[in-house]
């Protein structure tokens, strides 16, 4: 694989995008705050700092090689895509249900109510924007540069794909800033390290990411309008639970069956 990048250096330049990306969008944020659009301001916001993640990465990748095998971006059989989505669909269930558990035992704090209450949106248009950065941008963005580019980074140089994986994966879940989320996303970080090393791609990893946000999404948007067989008792109902479990194994059946 033509990948100019050494370890050091690609750790390098996430944590560059990172500290872009972070500083923009907190002045985007104060900016359109003072302004009368100011309900727009966290959807925009989102949308600046997902571009301004990747965009350190392509400008340096303009003359150092293929973007695409740098970053992963291969095409996956129909097949892949499948089982990718009954695998995503699996584990976004027990995953909910995680959370869930985690709140009980560590409530969270008021301030992590308010980051739900970001993601919901009052006009058709915040609606569009923020479903723009949150769940399609962040998902395609933030896989780029972790899966397609920082892990297979790793890969190269480690020779150990477990470790490329797991080490990718924490680096991912400590950027998000969240403790009380730390655990979840770390280990569906694993999950996506394996779907992007498996198919060597970065297309199956942003379908589950994307759909994982999406469901956030949703319940921060019409929590109420959950089909009642969804919930029970504040929980995942056990039925449903026990359909995640089925599709996880299909779908992780499926994809290590394949060459």
């Not at 900016?31 to 965009?55: E, H, R, W």
């Not at 090689?65 to 699996?90: C, E, Q, Y």
């Amino acid at each position: 694989m033509n990948n100019p990048f050494t370890a050091k250096t690609a750790f390098g330049i996430v944590i560059l995008s990172l500290l872009l990306s972070g500083f923009l969008t907190t002045s985007a944020i104060l900016y359109f705050q003072d302004n009368a659009n100011s309900d727009i301001a966290f959807p925009i916001s989102v949308i600046i700092g997902d571009l301004l993640l990747i965009l350190p990465l392509l400008i340096l990748l303009r003359q150092r090689g293929d973007i695409r095998k740098i970053l992963r971006i291969n095409p996956v059989s129909s097949t892949i895509i499948k089982a990718t989505v009954i695998l995503s669909l699996g584990i976004i269930i027990l995953a909910d249900e995680f959370d869930r558990v985690v709140a009980l035992i560590i409530p969270p704090p008021d301030w992590m109510e308010n980051i739900g209450q970001s993601m919901s949106g009052g006009s058709a248009t915040t609606l569009f924007l923020l479903f723009m950065g949150a769940v399609v941008l962040a998902a395609v963005v933030e896989e780029l540069l972790f899966r397609g580019f920082l892990q297979q980074v790793l890969e190269k140089h480690w020779k150990d794909i477990t470790k490329a994986v797991l080490v990718t994966s924490i680096f991912f879940a400590a950027i998000h800033f969240n403790p009380w989320w730390i655990i979840q996303i770390y280990l569906l970080g694993i999950f996506m390290g394996y779907l992007a090393w498996r198919s060597n791609s970065v297309f199956p990893s942003i379908i589950f990411h994307g759909m994982n946000n999406g469901l956030a999404f949703t319940f921060a948007n019409w929590n109420d309008k959950i089909p009642s067989w969804y919930t029970w008792n504040g929980h995942v109902s056990p039925l449903v639970l026990v359909g995640g479990a089925v599709l996880t194994y299909l779908g992780m059946r499926k994809l290590s069956q394949m060459e």
